[in-house]
Nanobody, 120 residues
């Protein structure tokens, strides 16, 4: 069993930055890949970014490439999502999850989500 707790969301103006954190417990954190997803009201959950167990490989949705950076600190059992140059369309609840790939079905455990709101 894995427990994931996201934090760092909030309200920010367009062009601003936020850093999301996802603290994991319950399993050997360094042994599994992680991802971030987001879901806006009335829309499906969509892939944002993913990172391999070692942190050596990262993957991004085209919509965030060049603006967001995923990273991890295995010593702290934490994965991060640095979000720069935020846009109003980035407004959503952001979730971290354990798994691989760009589809939600590839992920087994999910956090409760953290709200990110970008004002224009």
């Amino acid at each position: 069993q894995v427990q994931l707790v996201e934090s760092g969301g909030g309200l920010v103006q367009a062009g601003g930055s936020l850093r999301l954190s996802c603290a994991a417990s319950g399993r050997t954190f360094s042994s599994y890949a992680m991802g971030w997803f987001r879901q806006a009201p009335g829309k499906e959950r969509e892939f944002v970014a993913a990172i391999s167990w070692s942190g050596g490989s990262t993957y991004y949705a085209d919509s965030v490439k060049g603006r967001f950076t995923i990273s991890r600190d295995n010593a702290k059992n934490t994965v991060y999502l640095q979000m720069n140059s935020l846009k109003p369309e980035d407004t959503a609840v952001y979730y971290c999850a354990v798994g691989e790939g760009s589809a939600p079905l590839g992920y087994d455990y999910w956090g409760q989500g953290t709200q990110v709101t970008v004002s224009s």
